[in-house]
Nanobody, 121 residues
Framework: QVQLVESGGVSVEAGGSLRLSCSVS????????MAWYRQTPGKERELVSQ???????TYAEAVKDRFTISRDNDADTAWLQMDNLVVEYKAVYFC???????????????WGKGTPVTVSA
């Protein structure tokens, strides 16, 4: 059974920083592409950042100067460092895992339950 467990979502003031964590079990992390999404009420879930199995990061335009995605394949964990937060970044942040070849479950997609981030003015 694949499990993604997020943590780190709290309430911070605008301008502050947070670090979200996503620990993965049940699938070979080192060949998985990892991503962070966020969702606000009434809106679709949107991609914030992703990092390939080889460690290549990409970012949504809205966050590329504020967020840093990283991973540690020995710890089966991915992180999202969020700096200089603004009120508009308030959302539930979800971890996403897509196992790659040669994982037996390559082609599948897994989600964490989400961790809420609140940014106050």
């Amino acid at each position: 059974q694949v499990q993604l467990v997020e943590s780190g979502g709290v309430s911070v003031e605008a301008g502050g920083s947070l670090r979200l964590s996503c620990s993965v079990s049940g699938t070979p992390f080192s060949v998985a592409n990892m991503a962070w999404y966020r969702q606000t009420p009434g809106k679709e879930r949107e991609l914030v950042s992703q990092i390939s199995a080889r460690g290549t990061p990409t970012y949504a335009e809205a966050v590329k100067d504020r967020f840093t995605i990283s991973r540690d394949n020995d710890a089966d964990t991915a992180w999202l460092q969020m700096d200089n937060l603004v009120v508009e970044y308030k959302a539930v942040y979800f971890c996403n895992c897509r196992p790659g070849i040669p994982a037996r479950d390559h082609g599948m997609e897994y989600w964490g339950k989400g961790t809420p981030v609140t940014v106050s003015a």
